[in-house]
């Protein structure tokens, strides 16, 4: 403001002092020096409307931002409560359901007390059972094996080749093949197929299982048959005790080893096949 004056003060003194030298442009001079104030006079008013608008503005601005804080600080505040409420809410819902389970917890405690004396009672029960049942298993194969013993069985003999009569069949095949002692009876009370289906053609044929009344004949005959070769249709037949099915079983276990001693000719006796289970 204050240069503007001094600028039209400038202005006016040397016009004046232009006109006291040149008269005759007096005229001319005032009307460009008016122009020149009524210019500098819209400048100085441009000037002041710029300053003003800018100074609105930086208030305006001023306000914004200050606006603007209250409203973030008011938003932080809101966030602050709701996040605050919401964990209080949901502590107190976790405090709530672990004292829930805890409750429940006690609450099955006695209950999972007695089942386990009760598991506990049941398995010394099974257990006495188990050890009961695999001694009567024990006495049951020892009755059947007994039963047995004045039994062997003879593998090999093609099926149909006995003809109508098991017990004739065996009698000749003892008589004419093993050096039995002359007068011997053999007392054979009963002779038959093994108790499966029969087989097919190409199958292995069924042994044929034989009884005698006295032991010791039973025993004289078995060893005659192990002592010799008996064939039939160019077949060799195999001699053996009838065991019990549970003992057949575990006999199989040695088949490996017994195939491995033959091929090397050493001479073995099967071991003894009666097996002391424990019960812990």
Not at 30 to 59: F, R, V, W
Not at 239 to 268: Q, S, W
């Amino acid at each position: 403001m204050d240069g503007g004056r001094n600028l039209r003060s400038q202005m006016k003194n040397k016009n004046v002092s232009d006109i006291q030298q040149n008269p005759e442009t007096t005229t001319e001079q005032e009307e460009n020096e008016d122009n020149g104030e009524t210019k500098l006079g819209e400048a100085s008013t441009d000037h002041n409307a710029l300053l003003q608008a800018l100074t609105k503005l930086h208030t305006e601005l001023k306000d914004f931002k200050q606006g603007m804080r209250r409203d973030l600080d008011k938003f932080k505040n809101d966030v602050k409560k709701v996040l605050k409420d919401d964990l209080a809410e949901f502590k107190g819902e976790v405090m709530r359901e672990l004292q829930s389970q805890n409750a429940n917890i006690a609450e099955a405690q006695t209950p999972i007390a007695d089942m386990e004396t009760a598991c506990l009672e049941m398995k010394e029960t099974l257990m006495a059972v188990v050890k009961e049942n695999t001694e009567m298993r024990g006495k049951v194969v020892d009755l059947e094996s007994r039963s047995r013993r004045n039994n062997i069985r003879i593998y090999g003999v093609p099926e149909e080749k006995e003809g109508r009569s098991v017990i004739e069949f065996v009698n000749e095949l003892f008589k004419h093949h093993l050096a039995l002692p002359e007068g011997l009876e053999l007392r054979v009370q009963r002779a038959h197929r093994a108790l499966i289906p029969k087989p097919a053609a190409a199958s292995s044929p069924r042994s044929i299982i034989v009884n005698f009344l006295e032991f010791h004949v039973k025993e004289l005959v078995l060893r005659k048959a192990w002592q010799q070769k008996i064939e039939i249709n160019g077949k060799i037949l195999y001699f053996d005790n009838d065991y019990a099915t549970d003992v057949m079983e575990r006999r199989k276990a040695y088949g490996p080893i017994k195939a491995a001693l033959r091929e090397k000719g050493i001479r073995f006796r099967m071991p003894h096949t009666k097996k002391k289970r424990r019960v812990q």
